[in-house]
């Protein structure tokens, strides 16, 4: 039982991190745009992706063991659920959309631990803020999608 809880808290802080983390990314993406040259809001933005990466890498650890791991509901109880798949198609849309945040990101980092000042171009910030933006707004939602599978909804 303790295993379970553990896992289940573990599960719903990843939530509450990644949520925090990618809602800051926005705040300092946003301050980017208007401060482009400091060095400590770039800083703080990566601060905050680094931490948006913990999450989701917590995220879908602490996913595959609930669904997988045998210590709570077995497999077939989430894989014939439709909120289950459909939480799922939204949590594969916020990777299909990290993947540019993300590559532009470790772009910047590499660029920042040589030295460089990463350009920030102003062209890049606004399909970012969006990007981040749509984000957000889907880890939003998955709870409420999560909240309907657990308790059973829509089974086939």
Do not use: C
Not at 59 to 76: S, Y
Request: aromatic share 10%; proline share 4%; no cysteine.
């Amino acid at each position: 039982m303790l295993a379970r809880a553990s896992l289940s808290a573990l599960h719903v802080l990843a939530l509450a991190i990644g949520f925090g983390a990618v809602f800051a990314r926005g705040r300092r993406l946003r301050d980017l745009r208007r401060t482009p040259e400091d060095p400590g809001v770039l800083a703080r933005l990566l601060q905050a992706d680094a931490l948006w990466g913990v999450a989701a890498l917590l995220w879908i650890a602490t996913g595959l063991l609930r669904v997988f791991g045998g210590l709570e509901k077995q497999p077939g109880f989430y894989l014939r659920n439709g909120f289950f798949w459909i939480k799922m198609a939204l949590f594969l849309l916020v990777f299909v959309l990290e993947v540019r945040p993300m590559l532009t990101f470790a772009k910047w980092r590499k660029a920042k631990a040589r030295g460089d000042s990463p350009a920030a171009s102003a062209s890049d910030l606004p399909s970012l803020i969006a990007t981040n933006d749509a984000e957000t707004a889907l880890v939003v939602l998955i709870p409420f999608l999560a909240a309907l599978m657990a308790r059973g909804a829509w089974l086939f």
